[in-house]
């Protein structure tokens, strides 16, 4: 059984970069065809598809983002990563990782069938 668990920093200042980890355990992020995805969501609002790296490194990005989100994996621990730079307290939020196929990596909404718990973040000074 895959499980995902996301960690991060808790808090963040304006400006600076955000950098989130998920692990996976259980599984491999290399199987084909699976995809695994950052999500987000705001306090009282709803979920945001933030980007997507596929079992083939594949990375795929929410052009909302301005390009300020980037998505890497170590094959080796099975892991993978959201650096988002630049960020202000509109990028508050609980963050999720999730397990997903090709579809949900051109960011379908849809379709996850292992969600980490997700971790909070707080951009503020």
């Known amino acids: 059984q895959v499980q995902l668990q996301e960690s991060g920093p808790g808090l963040v200042k304006p400006s600076q970069t955000l950098s989130l980890n998920c692990v996976v355990s259980g599984g491999s992020i290399t199987t084909s065809y699976y995809s695994w995805t950052w999500i987000r969501q705001p306090p009282g609002k709803g979920l945001e598809w933030m980007g997507a790296i596929t079992f083939d490194g594949t990375t795929y990005y929410n052009t909302s983002l301005n390009s300020c989100a980037f998505i890497s994996r170590d094959t080796s621990k099975d892991q993978f990563s959201l650096q988002l730079s630049s960020v202000t307290p509109e990028d508050t939020a609980t963050y999720y990782c999730?397990?997903?196929?090709?579809?949900?990596?051109?960011?379908?909404?849809?379709?996850?069938?292992?969600w980490g718990q997700g971790t909070q973040v707080t951009v503020s000074s």
């Open positions: 999730a397990r997903g196929t090709t579809t949900q990596a051109m960011g379908a909404m849809w379709g996850y069938d292992t």
